[in-house]
């Protein structure tokens, strides 16, 4: 496990989303995760909405079936997953500036519905859910064995569990450990990320059998080179992105320096991703 110097808090990890609200949006849209591509040509848009297929897949999800977004964002995959798969879907999230989003953007429909809280501590009915999902949020969870272990108390026996995690590079070098990797949690609010083993580990400690890992590296790392032009483009026409940077009292934004250590941290094979899905034994 590599782990952030400097650990965050609930509160810390839900203000670096909230302070970066506009500029996540402008940048990443609705989806905050990374997009997988899997031709030429893909456009970032189709490319995120592919994962969002790929999640679904693994999850095995039916018309009716109740499923928990844990770390939902602003409920993009929420609604994929209620309006056109017919799930009945629960988000929960951290941040109260995408609860406050995804809830503006609901429709009259109970369905999906939002939750403003913690993972780790929420009060969900247990077994009670067909199949959890994780896109890119248990990276922000101090303690994993409880992420998994809350997992398993929500689903059914035999409800599936599907992770898209960013991940270490087994057996990491000191130099990528100090130089990419623990900055990359740092300031990226994680408390810390895993390697392949451990998260499969912690799948079989919850009472989970793994059912299928994949790396998606090679087909999600487009994700950065993007993000990072886009910014440098918003930077050139929007006087706020500079106003930002130069304030001393924006508490996150060395986060701009992060997307391009993100970027070669991928480059140079240190951080990798990849999807787990798994059931309820």
């Known amino acids: 496990m590599i782990a952030s110097r400097l650990q965050p808090s609930a509160g810390e990890i839900a203000g670096h989303y909230d302070e970066l609200d506009h500029f996540y949006r402008e940048i990443w849209g ?18 995120a909405r592919q994962l969002v297929d790929l999640v679904a897949r693994h999850a095995g999800i039916k018309p009716g079936d109740r499923v928990c977004d844990a770390g939902c964002g602003y409920g993009a995959t929420a609604r994929i997953l209620a309006g056109e798969l017919g799930a009945e ?38 077994a009670s859910f067909d199949s959890v999902i994780a896109v890119e949020s248990s990276e922000h969870m101090p303690d994993k064995p409880a992420f998994f272990a809350q997992a398993a108390r929500v689903l059914k026996p035999g409800g599936r569990l599907v992770v898209c995690s960013w991940l270490a590079k087994e057996d990491a070098r000191a130099w990528e450990s100090r ?24 799948y079989e400690s919850a009472g989970f059998a793994v059912d299928h890992l994949e790396d998606l590296t090679a087909r999600v790392k487009k994700t950065w080179p993007i993000c990072a032009r886009r910014f440098l483009v918003n930077l050139a026409r929007k006087p706020a992105y500079a106003r930002y940077l130069l304030n001393g009292h924006s508490r996150n934004r060395v986060f701009a320096l992060t997307m391009f250590r993100i970027w070669l941290a991928y480059n140079l094979g240190s951080l990798r991703y990849a999807v787990f899905a798994g059931h309820k034994v």
């Open 30 to 47: 609705e989806h905050v995760h990374h997009g997988l591509w899997l031709r030429r040509g893909d456009s970032p848009a189709k490319a």
């Open 89 to 126: 879907v629960t988000g929960i999230t951290l941040s109260p500036a995408q609860f406050r989003f995804a809830s503006r953007t609901a429709s009259a429909s109970p369905n999906p519905s939002y939750l403003l809280g913690d993972w780790l501590e929420n009060s969900l009915p247990a």
């Open 179 to 202: 130089l990419l990797l623990e900055p990359i949690c740092r300031e990226g609010r994680m408390p810390g990320i895993g390697d392949p083993q451990e998260y499969r580990r912690f």
